[in-house]
């Protein structure tokens, strides 16, 4: 297993597919598929350090982006969740995000709701661009948190 790691983050690091991986990895985590990117984003880093910055900046892209498409797949499916009938939870939750509005988008960041979250903005027809935006701040704050903490914070961790 260590080889197989060892040789994936070896292939991340290439300048070739580095940064490009990490977009595309960031893009699809983002979606509803479970997949996390902050492996990829760590790799990188750790293996080219001069690469920090661009690779939050890529990573945070990629994630808003697949954020955006989330949005937008809720904005189409309203149609077919109007015909279903909600449970008070489901309620108690809808309205509570359109009290709050396109700054619920901030949360987008966490683990198994995030993603969800934006495609029920879309769904609510939330206006996209201010999603958009709080999207990408609240991704943005993720990568960088989760990618300094790794590398300085607790660096013991993961060892290569």
């Given at each position: ?11 991340l ?8 991986t ?16 902050e492996?990829?984003?760590?790799g990188?880093v ?10 939050i900046?890529?990573?945070t892209?990629?994630n808003?982006?697949?954020?955006a498409?989330?949005w ?11 015909k ?6 489901h ?12 700054k619920a ?5 966490l ?17 996209f661009w201010?999603?958009?935006a ?9 990568y960088?948190t ?6 300085w914070?607790f ?6």
């Amino acid at each position: 297993m260590e080889a197989w790691l060892e040789h994936l983050l070896i292939l991340l690091a290439l300048p070739k597919f580095g940064l490009s991986t990490v977009f595309v990895v960031s893009f699809i985590s983002a979606t509803l598929l479970p997949l996390g990117s902050e492996p990829a984003v760590f790799g990188l880093v750790k293996l080219n350090p001069e690469l920090f910055w661009p690779a939050i900046l890529v990573a945070t892209a990629g994630n808003t982006l697949g954020g955006a498409v989330s949005w937008a797949m809720g904005l189409a499916s309203h149609k077919v969740l109007d015909k279903y009938s909600h449970s008070q939870h489901h309620i108690r939750a809808l309205d509570w995000l359109e009290r709050i509005g396109p700054k619920a988008c901030l949360l987008s960041w966490l683990p198994i709701v995030g993603d969800p979250l934006c495609a029920v903005a879309g769904w609510l027809k939330l206006p996209f661009w201010p999603c958009f935006a709080y999207m990408a701040v609240g991704k943005f704050a993720r990568y960088v948190t989760m990618t300094a903490a790794l590398l300085w914070v607790f660096p013991g961790i993961l060892k290569f």
